[in-house]
């Protein structure tokens, strides 16, 4: 069974500084895709980013970039100048085909940031 | 992406009655997900609905207590059975869609019982 571990239940970061979360999980697929989702008061579930196994170069998306590291099993979500927009929970979630394409979540990191 | 709308939005309902939620999405996705995200919590899978045959539960979900319809390839319905307080949550229908497999979310239903 896949597990994902995120082991910070709260954070929180000054506008425009950087903050980086945490995600671990673990699987012995080799091909599968992870993500960052964002999911602000209104409940919305957003996809931030996501990545492909298979691909060694870390996924960016304008501030939002991950750091991939597939031996150690660790996909840290790094936020580059945050805004107050930015807060919300973070839920890191893992996919694989051979599991039905079906999201598995961490228990989320709560992000505030603060003016 | 996937524009995906849900009704209703939110409901308080009674004890041992029944809500079905409905989801709709703008354009036609082989895949559609019904996950749960309790008070504080993350959000749990609850089964993979596949138009043309019948829905594929988690461990712990059961179709008597949630059945799920998929009559076409836009629209899926969850019906939450003779509810009670536990089952007050955040209920959440998603797509599967993109070459990434990306799943987008919608805005979730609110359920409150009492």
């Known amino acids: 069974a896949q597990t994902v571990t995120q082991s910070q239940p709260e954070m929180s970061v000054q506008e425009a500084e950087t903050v980086t979360l ?29 990545q492909e196994a298979y691909k060694q170069q870390n996924a960016t998306e304008n501030r939002f ?51 | 992406s ?39 919590q993350s959000l749990t899978l609850i089964a993979t609905a596949n138009q043309g045959s019948e829905a594929t539960y988690e461990s712990g979900f059961v179709i008597d207590k949630f059945p799920i319809s998929r009559p076409n390839l836009t629209f899926s319905t969850l019906t939450v059975s003779n509810m009670s307080p536990e089952d007050s949550s955040i209920y959440l229908c998603s797509v599967l869609k993109g070459v990434g497999y990306e799943q987008y979310f919608g805005p979730g239903t609110r359920l409150t019982v009492t």
């Open chain 1, 22 to 50: 945490s995600c671990t999980y673990d699987t012995s697929e080799n091909n599968y895709y992870l993500f960052w989702y964002k999911q602000p008061p209104s409940r919305q579930m957003i996809l931030v980013i996501r």
């Open chain 2, 2 to 40: 996937a524009v995906i709308s849900q009704k209703p939005s939110r409901d308080i309902c009674q004890r041992g009655t029944s809500l079905t939620i409905q989801c709709q999405v703008d354009s036609q996705v082989t895949m559609m997900f019904w996950y749960r995200q309790q008070p504080g």
């Open chain 1, 65 to 115: 970039s991950v750091n991939f590291q597939k031996a150690a099993k660790s996909f840290s979500l790094k936020i580059s100048d945050s805004q107050l927009g930015d807060t919300a929970m973070y839920f890191c979630a893992f996919m694989t085909t051979n599991s039905g394409y079906a999201l598995n979540f961490g228990k989320g990191t709560s992000l505030l940031v603060t003016p």
